[in-house]
C-alpha cells in the first residue's frame, strides 16, 4: 500500500515513527517547511539551533515549494504549498495521513487528497481543556460535527485526544488509538548508571542530594517558577533537593532570580540537544512538568519513563490521564498549585515507582504501538496493508 503523510517539519519524535512506518508500507512524507535553527528561536527555545541526531534518513520524503511571504510555522498562512496535489497524483497514495490542521498546507493538501478521492486519516493530540474564548467554543461546537468528518480516520494519541473526538460525535467505529511516542529504545540504551554518575559528578551533586528535572522551554505556559516555590517549601521539610534546568527561554533569568531569593540551588544546563538529554535524564531523580492545558502532551514525560525516571506532571498537561494519573509511574497535581507539586514530588520520592512498572507503562506508548494504530486505520479505509517488498 502507498501511504503519503503531510507533515509540518522534520520533528525529532517523528523521524523515529516515519521510519518503522516505511518498513512496513510504500512511504512518501511531504514537508511543508524546511525549518531552521531561527524558527526554533521564534519557538520560545530562545537561541537558534540544530537538533544533533539525523532527523531525515531511512524514510523517503520531498520538501514542498513553501510560497508563503513570509514562511514559518507561527502562523496559519506560513506554510502555503499549492502544488501538494501534483505531488499526490505522481505518488497516486490509497491514503494521506495529515498530522493536524493548523496549517494552510494542510488544508491544501486534504483538499487535494478529496477532490482526488484518496482517504484522508489526521493524527494530533487536541484536547477540550486547551484553554479557548467562549465564542470559539460555540463555533467549534456547531461546525466540528460536521468539518471533523471530512476525516475518513482519526487517530487519537491519548485519553483526551479521544475524548476530543468524541465530544464532537465522530464516528466511534473510524477512531484509532496511535500513542504518542519516542524513540524508547533509543533512549533507555542512553541512559546508564555511569551517565548518571558522571553527569552528577561534573555538576557537583552529592549522593543524598534529589535532582528535578525540569526539561524544555522556559515559557510561560510550562509554569517553570512553580518548580521554585514547591522546591523551596521541600526545602522547608528538610529535604535535600535541587532543581536541574535542561531548556531555555525568555524566563530563564525570572527563574534563577527566584531560585536564588528562595535560597533554592538551580543548576541551569541552557539548551540542552537530544543527544545530552539521555543523561539529563539519568541525573535526575524525578521529572517535573509543570504545565498548564496548553500542553497538550508533553513528551518529556514519555523520554523520562524511557530512561527509567518517574515523573510528576501537572493534571492539566495532555499526557496526565494516560502517563501518571494512576500512580504507578508518577504522579499527577493541581496545575498552579505549588503545594500539591511539592506534596506530589515528596510522595514520588517517598514512594518510588519500581522500575517494572515503569516500564510496563511508557511500553504502552511505542512506536510499535503507534504504527500498529495507523495500520489498522489504514486496513478500515481501504485494503490489506501490504508488505513492502
Known amino acids: 500500500m502507498r501511504l503519503a503523510i503531510l507533515a509540518s517539519h522534520p520533528i525529532q519524535y517523528q523521524a523515529p515513527l516515519f521510519r518503522e512506518l516505511a518498513r512496513l508500507v510504500d512511504l512518501e512524507v511531504y514537508f511543508c517547511h524546511r525549518s531552521n535553527g531561527g524558527d526554533q528561536a521564534d519557538a520560545g527555545f530562545g537561541i537558534p539551533f540544530d537538533w544533533d541526531i539525523d532527523l531525515l534518513s531511512g524514510y523517503p520524503h ?20 499549492p502544488t501538494i496535489g501534483n505531488n499526490l497524483t505522481k ?10 490542521w493548523h496549517l494552510k498546507s494542510f488544508w491544501q493538501g486534504i483538499w487535494a487528497a478529496k477532490s482526488r478521492g484518496i482517504p484522508v486519516m489526521v493524527r494530533g493530540d487536541s484536547q477540550l481543556e486547551t484553554p479557548r474564548s467562549l465564542m470559539k467554543r460555540v463555533g467549534k461546537s456547531l461546525t466540528y460535527p460536521i468539518g471533523l468528518r471530512f476525516f475518513d480516520a482519526a487517530l487519537y494519541v491519548g485519553e483526551r485526544s479521544r475524548r476530543y473526538w468524541e465530544h464532537y460525535h465522530y464516528p466511534q467505529d473510524r477512531l484509532f488509538s496511535s500513542p504518542h511516542c519516542v ?9 546508564t548508571h555511569s551517565a548518571r554518575m558522571e553527569l552528577r559528578s561534573r555538576l557537583g551533586i552529592t549522593d543524598t542530594e534529589k535532582v528535578l528535572l525540569f526539561a524544555g522551554k522556559l515559557i510561560a505556559r510550562k509554569r517553570p517558577i512553580d518548580l521554585v516555590s514547591a522546591t523551596a517549601k521541600l526545602h522547608a521539610n528538610g529535604r535535600q533537593v535541587i532543581i536541574l534546568v535542561a531548556g531555555s527561554g525568555p524566563l530563564e533569568s525570572e527563574m534563577s532570580r527566584a531560585a536564588c531569593s528562595a535560597n533554592v540551588r538551580i543548576i541551569q544546563l541552557g539548551f540542552t540537544n537530544q543527544t545530552a538529554m539521555p543523561a539529563a535524564y539519568s541525573a535526575c531523580d524525578v521529572l517535573v512538568l509543570p504545565s498548564d492545558a496548553s500542553e497538550t ?36 497535581f493541581s496545575v498552579g498549585n505549588p503545594l500539591a507539586l511539592a506534596d506530589a514530588v515528596a510522595g514520588v520520592l517517598d514512594h518510588p515507582p519500581t522500575q517494572q512498572n515503569i516500564a510496563d507503562k511508557i511500553a504502552q506508548y511505542s512506536i510499535e504501538n503507534a504504527v500498529t494504530g ?13 508488505i513492502a517488498a
Do not use: M
Not at 62 to 80: A, E, I
Not at 91 to 100: K, N, R, S, T, W
Not at 300 to 328: H, K, Q, T
Open 297 to 332: 502532551w508533553g513528551l518529556v514525560a514519555n523520554e523520562a519513563l524511557a530512561c527509567g525516571r518517574p515523573i510528576v506532571v501537572s493534571s492539566a498537561c495532555g499526557c496526565a490521564p494516560d502517563l501518571a494519573a494512576d500512580n504507578r509511574a508518577g504522579r499527577t
Open 62 to 81: 520531498t520538501f514542498l515549494n513553501n510560497v508563503s511571504r513570509q514562511p514559518g510555522l507561527s502562523n496559519f498562512s506560513g506554510c502555503d504549498t
Open 91 to 100: 505518488f497516486a497514495p490509497e491514503a494521506l495521513l495529515v498530522l493536524g
Open 183 to 191: 524513540d524508547n529504545r533509543w533512549f533507555a540504551q542512553r541512559a
Open 374 to 386: 495507523i495500520k489498522q486505520a489504514l486496513d478500515n479505509i481501504s485494503s490489506p496493508v501490504r
